[in-house]
């Protein structure tokens, strides 16, 4: 089993910032690629941004994102952040950790509020 907790998320400016983490715990060394999505209201929960464990930590992100979201992570501390620049309201969502192993494990979300 794994768990993720994530933290940083408030309510933000347009233009700001703000910077996720996702804290694992557990099986971690089953963990393959970690990762980032959100929700936003009555919208499908979409990719922001992943990153491989191993290696260099090879990155994937949307589109959407790409340019202004920096996804990184920790090893050590087996944690992975989401930095998000010049955040625009439609940026606000709720952001889910997310962790791919065997199977897939989710964290119970982080509110993110972008004001115009």
């Known amino acids: 089993q794994v768990q993720l907790v994530e933290s940083g998320g408030g309510l933000v400016q347009a233009g700001g910032s703000l910077r996720l983490s996702c804290a694992a715990s557990?099986?971690?060394?089953?963990?393959?690629?970690m990762g980032w999505y959100r929700q936003a209201p009555g919208k499908q929960r979409e990719l922001v941004a992943l990153?491989?464990?191993?290696?260099?930590?090879?990155?994937r992100y949307a589109g959407s994102v790409k340019g202004r979201f920096t996804i990184s992570r920790d090893n050590a501390k087996n944690t992975v952040y989401l930095q998000m620049n010049s955040l625009t309201p439609e940026d606000s969502a709720i952001y889910y950790c997310?962790?791919?192993?065997?199977?897939?494990?989710w964290g119970q979300g982080t509110q993110v509020t972008v004001s115009s």
């Open positions: 990153i491989s464990r191993s290696g260099s930590g090879s990155t």
């Open positions: 557990g099986s971690i060394s089953s963990i393959v690629v």
């Open positions: 997310k962790a791919v192993g065997p199977r897939e494990y």
